[in-house]
Nanobody
């Protein structure tokens, strides 16, 4: 069974930075693209960023372009989301996601709160 475990969330002041990690196991991580999503209270889950299997191509939501960077280390079976210049509107639970043989897998999420 595919397993994804996020970590790295927390409370940060506006303008601060955090790096989220997504540790993957029980499948060949390097074969699949990976995405980060977020869900704020009362809102639908939204796509934040995606990275291709080898890490060569990345895409971002307009709201995070220039501030967030998605990456991966396939040797460590881990994906990352570096978040800089954080804003209160970035407050949400952040999830990583992979699709393996057509099945969608999510981690449990990690809370990011941006507040002074």
């Amino acid at each position: 069974q595919v397993r994804l475990v996020e970590s790295g969330g927390g409370l940060v002041q506006p303008g601060g930075s955090l790096r989220l990690s997504c540790a993957a196991s029980r499948f060949t991580f390097s074969n699949y693209p990976m995405s980060w999503y977020r869900q704020a209270p009362g809102k639908e889950r939204e796509l934040v960023a995606t990275v291709t299997s080898a890490g060569g191509t990345t895409t971002y939501a307009d709201s995070v372009k220039g501030r967030f960077t998605i990456s991966r280390d396939n040797a460590k079976n881990t994906g990352y989301l570096q978040m800089n210049s954080l804003k209160p509107e970035d407050t949400a639970v952040y999830y990583c996601k992979v699709v393996v043989f057509g099945a969608v897998y999510w981690g449990q999420g990690t809370q990011v709160t941006v507040s002074s």
